[in-house]
T-cell receptor, first 113, second 110 residues
Framework: TQLLEQSPQFLSIQEGENLTVYCNSS?????LQWYRQEPGEGPVLLVT?????EVKKLKRLTFQFGDARKDSSLHITAAQPGDTGLYLC?????????????FGKGTLLTVNP | SQTIHQWPATLVQPVGSPLSLECTVE??????LYWYRQAAGRGLQLLFY??????ISSEVPQNLSASRPQDRQFILSSKKLLLSDSGFYLC?????????FGQGTRLTVV
């Protein structure tokens, strides 16, 4: 059972366009994390959201945690080729143990110059 | 600052040979440690996690095993590799609601 569904799986856009990727679940998470991964490297943490309805901004990236803490979105404004990569969301189950994260399958983003 | 080291970066091994991948963490004590496998650049599958020395939990039945001989050392092993063990293996540690990954090991079993 895939607990975290990411959409779209693949996204190819032109430089300067805006985009949104989604991470949805029927389960409640105590926190949700977004990572970006480049080929041949490990994922790098972008942000952690913990409060329902929370919005965090990181330069051109805006992250939102759903009110019910079951879903999240990542919006990128004016995408650049350097934004290309695999974007992964991961949820930590309620309880705060942080023993295990559940990962989505990722959104592979390509930004063309 | 905390850092995580994982090696080797790439590995080509024949079927039936043993495997040992090592991961060490610096700058933190008693971390939660994890081994993940990633297929074809997609999502991560949790293989093992450890909350302390000698404490290993396995998430999926498989041909691999893990050990934690020291607080900041986590080892992934196999006695006899299978073709299906090929993949990208990632070590990670977590703390404070965040997870940090090593650079990964690309394992190809031939």
């Amino acid at each position: 059972t895939q607990l975290l569904e990411q959409s779209p799986q693949f996204l190819s856009i032109q430089e300067g366009e805006n985009l949104t990727v989604y991470c949805n679940s029927s389960s409640v998470f105590s926190s949700l994390q977004w990572y970006r991964q480049e080929p041949g490297e490990g994922p790098v943490l972008l942000v952690t959201v913990v409060t329902g309805g929370e919005v965090k901004k990181l330069k051109r990236l805006t992250f939102q945690f759903g009110d019910a803490r079951k879903d999240s979105s990542l919006h990128i404004t004016a995408a650049q080729p350097g934004d290309t990569g695999l974007y992964l969301c991961a949820g930590e189950r309620s309880g705060g143990s942080n023993y295990k994260l559940t990962f989505g399958k990722g959104t592979l983003l390509t930004v063309n110059p | 600052s905390q850092t995580i080291h994982q090696w080797p970066a790439t590995l080509v091994q024949p079927v039936g040979s043993p495997l040992s991948l090592e991961c060490t963490v610096e700058g933190t004590s008693n971390p939660n440690l994890y081994w993940y496998r990633q297929a074809a650049g997609r999502g991560l599958q949790l293989l093992f996690y450890s909350v302390g020395i000698g404490q290993i939990s396995s998430e999926v039945p498989q041909n691999l095993s893990a050990s934690r001989p020291q607080d900041r050392q986590f080892i992934l092993s196999s006695k006899k590799l299978l073709l299906s063990d090929s993949g990208f293996y990632l070590c990670a540690w977590s703390g404070g609601g965040m997870s940090f990954f090593g650079q990964g090991t690309r394992l190809t079993v031939v």
